[in-house]
């Protein structure tokens, strides 16, 4: 929702370097991630080719390209842990700074108990938002898009065959899901 959104960037904001470093390192960890496809590519070409040069090259590249994306894939959770670590502390010590605020006719009405779950889960559940959600969700959509591009880019006309097939997938996980 936008306007929890907007109400969350003064917190976010002070760690926007995390967050900044963390986006970035997903766009070039899914750059990296289209490449391999390619690469197999070659891997399977030299196989079939028979030069074993040509073979040990592609599997080194790949080998290369896999250790690099997985210190990038460990740059990028840190990061954005770490920014959502440091968001959230600063939203705890509000919250806290708010409850001491409070007059005490407000705690005999109000079960302590209620209080502190609410307190705990509600930033439990922002701070879930910053581990996986929105991040998840922005790699997953650059991903679709790079296929996407790449799909076109090797061949137009089985990409357009592949794409056609998509409504009737659409479908069958529309039926597959309702029944579920």
Known sequence: DACLMRRLLPYVFPHARFVVLSLATLVVITAISLLRPLLMGQVVSAADARDPGQLMRAGATLSVLLVVTQSMAFVQVYAMQLGGARAMADLRRDIFAFLQRLSLRYYDRTPVGRLVTRATNDVDAVSELFASG?????????????IIVMMLRIDVKMAL?????????????NAMRSRS
Do not use: E, T, W
């Open 161 to 173: 065959f592949a794409f056609a097939a998509l409504p009737l997938v659409a479908l069958l996980v």
């Open 134 to 146: 929105v991040l998840n969700a922005i790699g997953d959509l650059l991903g679709l898009v790079g």
